[in-house]
Structure formats: structure tokens, C-alpha cells
């Protein structure tokens, strides 16, 4: 079963077509819809990784805060 998102950008692509060929040949891919299948599964887990780096960053800086409004010390 193919996802219509990636068969959707490959009829969309006009005249990138052969550039992004070329390009899914000289990284290793059997075809254009292989190659956009994982150029956006790298950019799912980019987001993923961003966001979970947010929320680490976030984790991070609420403790440091709750000892500075403590007002005992």
C-alpha cells in the first residue's frame, strides 16, 4: 500500500523530476517513492527528537525555579 501523501509529491515535483531521480539513484534508493518515503520519515523524527529535547529543556528549568521561590532560604 503506497501513502498518497508521497505519491502526491512525486506528481507534484514538474520539473525537479529528474533532479530528485538523480538524486534517489546517487543516495542508493530502487525508486522516487523510496526515496521520499524516507526523506520524511528523517523529518518526522527531527520534529520528534526537537520536541523531546524541548520538553527535556523544560524539565530541566522547572526545578531550578521552584528552589528559588521556595522563601525559606
Request: glycine share 4%.
Amino acid at each position: 500500500m503506497q501513502n498518497q501523501e508521497i505519491v502526491k509529491i512525486i506528481d507534484n515535483l514538474r520539473g525537479r523530476r529528474s533532479y530528485e531521480e538523480k538524486r534517489a539513484s546517487k543516495l542508493g534508493f530502487a525508486s522516487l517513492y523510496d526515496y521520499f518515503e524516507d526523506k520524511i520519515s528523517k523529518k518526522q523524527k527531527a520534529i520528534e527528537d526537537e520536541q523531546k529535547e524541548i520538553e527535556a529543556a523544560k524539565t530541566e528549568d522547572q526545578p531550578k525555579a521552584a528552589k528559588k521561590n521556595c522563601g525559606c532560604c
